[in-house]
């Protein structure tokens, strides 16, 4: 194991629901990460949080809320999602620092938008 | 936009032979560059690293080699085993501090017997 988890593992909601995903890093590090995996395409950066600030936001549709409320916890909160938004959702954390920008993942929320 | 790419999207090898999977880069300023294997069902997970001012890294069985003329950076396994089978990302980092990581679209490796 990584020392990043998720849950749930598994998502399935529909187009007007509201539901949270959750990542949690025990590995004290200072920054975590969202990413979307969509089939035959390369992970995509959504969101970064440093020292519990966002310091970048891809785009990414408003539907999306990240939340990080301390350094071990990262959210991700869903709202009036779309079918194309299906993907796997990955979060991962780093430790900031001169020369190191290994990042580690969690298993990922598989998410169906029906 | 620059991104990182990789030149094919399904490599077949046969067990116990050396694997070479490729990837290309555009973003000349970047100067760090991680390969990740994810199997299925799990997250990336590291394999090995290198920074720019390296134009090769060892680790246990595998080689990153690091072209910064062509902007190529390729990953070598050897003695390919079927614990090997995943699919493999290069991804970058050219921006420092906690910027995500760019990364390429995947090579799935598969491991004949």
């Known amino acids: 194991e990584t020392g990043v988890t998720q849950t749930p593992r598994h998502l399935v909601m529909g187009m007007t629901n509201k539901k949270s995903l959750k990542c949690e890093q025990h590995?004290?590090?200072?920054?975590m990460y969202w990413y979307k995996q969509s089939a035959k395409k390369p992970l995509e950066l959504m969101f970064v949080?440093?020292?519990?600030?966002?310091?970048e936001n891809n785009s990414v549709p408003s539907r999306f809320s990240p939340e990080c409320p301390n350094s071990s916890h990262l959210f991700l909160h869903l709202h009036t999602l779309q079918p194309e938004d299906s993907a796997l959702y990955l979060c991962?954390?780093?430790?900031?620092?001169?020369?190191?920008?290994?990042?580690?993942f969690g298993p990922g929320t598989r998410l169906t938008v029906t | 936009g620059e991104s990182v790419g990789l030149h094919l999207p399904t490599l077949s090898v046969q067990e116990g032979d050396n694997s070479i999977i490729n990837c290309a880069y555009s973003?000349?300023?970047?100067?760090?560059f991680i390969w990740y294997k994810q199997e299925s069902g799990k997250g990336p997970q590291f394999i090995i690293d290198?920074?720019?001012?390296?134009d090769k890294r060892q680790g246990q069985r595998v080689t990153v080699l690091l072209n910064k003329t062509v902007k190529h950076l390729s990953l070598q396994i050897a003695a390919t085993q079927p614990g090997d089978s995943a699919v493999y990302f290069c991804?970058?980092?050219?921006?420092?501090?906690?910027?995500?990581?760019?990364f390429g679209k995947g090579t799935h490796l598969i491991i004949q017997p």
């Open positions: 290198i920074r720019s001012n390296m």
């Open positions: 991962a954390s780093s430790q900031v620092a001169d020369y190191s920008y290994e990042q580690y």
């Open positions: 991804a970058e980092n050219s921006g420092g501090g906690a910027d995500g990581l760019t």
């Open positions: 949080y440093s020292l519990e600030e966002r310091v």
């Open positions: 590995l004290g590090h200072n920054a």
């Open positions: 973003n000349s300023a970047s100067d760090y």
